[in-house]
């Protein structure tokens, strides 16, 4: 039997409270039969001194509260309920963070308020505080009542209850039902036709109260109500993309940013969420397939499980030459590798047909590992590479004294590597010249035309071919997953 989960966020919340919900919930049965079963933590919290900045006091109340959440999904929690009304102010700041859906004591009162509509609501609470305002406008957004507040003589009654502790550790609860009584009576009397609970604590002397003939909102019955019989589902997740970074590091920041450029968005909100595995200690990937030495299989895929772990919805890896080791990795995934080389020719071909000859710009490891080669056979495309002497100075300009990973852009490393464009130009019938390595864009730009000696050709970057990709991928997955 698939039991409902519920946890409870006990965040500077009042324990009598909350334990009196623990026990409302446990004894409730679902229609299936069961009852639900509650999830509760305890941190080990250490708050600011009582003179911090109000941002840090107020911050510290949030992070209490979502690291709070975070535990609760660890054990299962498929709903989480706060306990405070301290804490419905950022309730929706909470939700961001998670899928797992997050309500309070107030979203169920209102829900209640839908199936049973008044007029008239009375507001049990000290009217014109920022927490007045807070819960009728909340109310008020939702259902269209008119609001009636204590009269200025009831003022004195709050200033019991508050002075007394009635409502918070409860050392007389006849006093306090007594005192909430009084109020109650000059709201219904003002015209109200409920009374609505303003305190999580008010919630336990409703049942009292409503016996003594006053009608007030149950908001704990309406709570545990609305806890146990809504169907709970996980909200949208934003799209995700992780990178893994630092083959190189510049490599990195352009493929970001090019993400970035590429994304259609109006506001900071509107971006692709992004997870970077900066790792620029992973073993030269050229290198190992050329000459041997360490294996970088094992850093890719640590980097890969790592963002996994993130909850990535797809993994780029900015470095061509990587893609070499897709094959022994992406098994062993659930989250899905987008290939560079492969978004890379479907663009050429869809841009400019399927007779166009593609020449290939990329380290030696790349094009003896064939991970373009390969990939352009089997879609029937025309594929070319340097000679020798030409693939010496692609190299140069990647990996020279003054080639890209020194950090050198122009000069030296510019020249030669037009010298190589300008002879699969010339020697080898290219019109479209791939930039296949992730630091070759950072010295050539993406062009539709450049003249190469008496020769034009298209400049094409696999890292904003890949970009485009990760945009659109989003792009369809937020469609059929939806938005909040």
């Given at each position: 039997?698939?039991?409902?989960?519920?946890?409870?966020?006990?965040?500077?919340?009042?324990?009598?409270?909350?334990?009196?919900?623990?026990?409302?919930?446990?004894?409730?049965?679902?229609?299936?039969?069961?009852?639900?079963?509650?999830?509760?933590?305890?941190?080990?919290?250490?708050?600011?001194?009582?003179?911090?900045?109000?941002?840090?006091?107020?911050?510290?109340?949030?992070?209490?509260?979502?690291?709070?959440?975070?535990?609760?999904?660890?054990?299962?929690?498929?709903?989480?309920?706060?306990?405070?009304?301290?804490?419905?102010?950022?309730?929706?700041?909470?939700?961001?963070?998670?899928?797992?859906?997050?309500?309070?004591?107030?979203?169920?009162?209102?829900?209640?308020?839908k199936k049973n509509p008044v007029k008239k609501l009375g507001y049990l609470g000290r009217p014109g505080t920022d927490?007045?305002?807070?819960?009728?406008?909340?109310?008020?957004?939702?259902?269209?009542?008119?609001?009636?507040?204590?009269?200025?003589?009831?003022?004195?009654?709050?200033?019991?209850?508050?002075?007394?502790?009635?409502?918070?550790?409860?050392?007389?609860?006849?006093?306090?039902?007594?005192?909430?009584?009084?109020?109650?009576?000059?709201?219904?009397?003002?015209?109200?036709?409920?009374?609505?609970?303003?305190?999580?604590?008010?919630?336990?002397?409703?049942?009292?109260?409503?016996?003594?003939?006053?009608?007030?909102?149950?908001?704990?019955?309406?709570?545990?109500?609305?806890?146990?019989?809504?169907?709970?589902?996980?909200?949208?997740?934003?799209?995700?993309?992780?990178?893994?970074?630092?083959?190189?590091?510049?490599?990195?920041?352009?493929?970001?940013?090019?993400?970035?450029?590429?994304?259609?968005?109006?506001?900071?909100?509107?971006?692709?969420?992004?997870?970077?595995?900066?790792?620029?200690?992973?073993?030269?990937?050229?290198?190992?397939?050329?000459?041997?030495?360490?294996?970088?299989?094992?850093?890719?895929?640590?980097?890969?499980?790592?963002?996994?772990?993130?909850?990535?919805?797809?993994?780029?890896?900015?470095?061509?030459?990587?893609?070499?080791?897709?094959?022994?990795?992406?098994?062993?995934?659930?989250?899905?590798?987008?290939?560079?080389?492969?978004?890379?020719?479907?663009?050429?071909?869809?841009?400019?047909?399927?007779?166009?000859?593609?020449?290939?710009?990329?380290?030696?490891?790349?094009?003896?590992?064939?991970?373009?080669?390969?990939?352009?056979?089997?879609?029937?495309?025309?594929?070319?590479?340097?000679?020798?002497?030409?693939?010496?100075?692609?190299?140069?300009?990647?990996?020279?004294?003054?080639?890209?990973?020194?950090?050198?852009?122009?000069?030296?490393?510019?020249?030669?590597?037009?010298?190589?464009?300008?002879?699969?130009?010339?020697?080898?019938?290219?019109?479209?010249?791939?930039?296949?390595?992730?630091?070759?864009?950072?010295?050539?730009?993406?062009?539709?035309?450049?003249?190469?000696?008496?020769?034009?050709?298209?400049?094409?970057?696999?890292?904003?071919?890949?970009?485009?990709?990760?945009?659109?991928?989003?792009?369809?997955?937020?469609?059929?997953?939806?938005?909040?």
């Amino acid at each position: 039997m698939n039991h409902k989960v519920i946890g409870i966020s006990q965040s500077f919340s009042p324990a009598p409270f909350v334990r009196a919900l623990k026990e409302r919930l446990q004894s409730t049965f679902l229609p299936d039969g069961s009852r639900p079963r509650i999830e509760l933590v305890d941190l080990d919290w250490s708050s600011p001194d009582a003179d911090a900045p109000k941002l840090v006091q107020e911050g510290d109340v949030k992070i209490h509260v979502l690291e709070e959440s975070y535990q609760l999904i660890e054990k299962g929690a498929q709903v989480i309920a706060l306990c405070n009304f301290r804490n419905i102010s950022f309730l929706n700041e909470v939700q961001t963070e998670i899928t797992t859906p997050v309500t309070d004591i107030l979203q169920a009162c209102i829900e209640e308020l839908k199936k049973n509509p008044v007029k008239k609501l009375g507001y049990l609470g000290r009217p014109g505080t920022d927490k007045a305002k807070l819960i009728t406008e909340t109310v008020s957004r939702e259902v269209p009542v008119e609001w009636v507040y204590p009269s200025e003589a009831m003022l004195e009654v709050f200033d019991e209850l508050e002075s007394g502790s009635h409502c918070a550790v409860i050392p007389d609860q006849k006093k306090a039902c007594e005192l909430f009584g009084k109020v109650c009576s000059n709201l219904l009397s003002e015209g109200a036709e409920l009374v609505f609970p303003t305190c999580v604590m008010q919630a336990l002397f409703a049942a009292a109260l409503k016996s003594e003939g006053y009608n007030v909102l149950d908001s704990m019955s309406a709570y545990v109500s609305y806890l146990c019989f809504t169907d709970w589902e996980k909200l949208p997740k934003p799209f995700k993309i992780g990178i893994v970074g630092g083959l190189g590091p510049a490599a990195t920041v352009d493929l970001y940013d090019k993400i970035t450029k590429a994304t259609p968005a109006k506001n900071d909100q509107e971006h692709i969420k992004v997870a970077v595995e900066q790792n620029p200690q992973i073993p030269d990937r050229t290198k190992y397939l050329l000459h041997g030495g360490v294996d970088p299989t094992l850093s890719l895929y640590a980097a890969c499980r790592k963002l996994e772990k993130d909850a990535v919805d797809a993994i780029v890896i900015a470095c061509n030459t990587a893609h070499a080791y897709f094959e022994t990795i992406v098994p062993h995934l659930s989250v899905p590798l987008i290939n560079m080389q492969q978004v890379t020719l479907e663009e050429i071909r869809d841009r400019f047909g399927p007779d166009v000859v593609i020449g290939l710009m990329a380290t030696d490891g790349t094009i003896q590992t064939g991970i373009y080669g390969r990939k352009a056979k089997s879609m029937k495309l025309a594929m070319v590479v340097p000679d020798k002497e030409h693939q010496a100075m692609v190299m140069e300009a990647i990996y020279g004294e003054k080639g890209v990973k020194a950090g050198f852009t122009d000069g030296h490393c510019k020249e030669v590597l037009l010298k190589a464009a300008e002879h699969l130009v010339r020697d080898k019938g290219a019109q479209a010249l791939i930039l296949g390595c992730t630091e070759l864009p950072l010295i050539l730009e993406e062009t539709d035309n450049i003249k190469l000696g008496d020769g034009h050709a298209a400049i094409v970057d696999p890292t904003a071919s890949l970009a485009r990709r990760v945009v659109k991928v989003a792009g369809e997955i937020t469609k059929i997953r939806g938005v909040r």
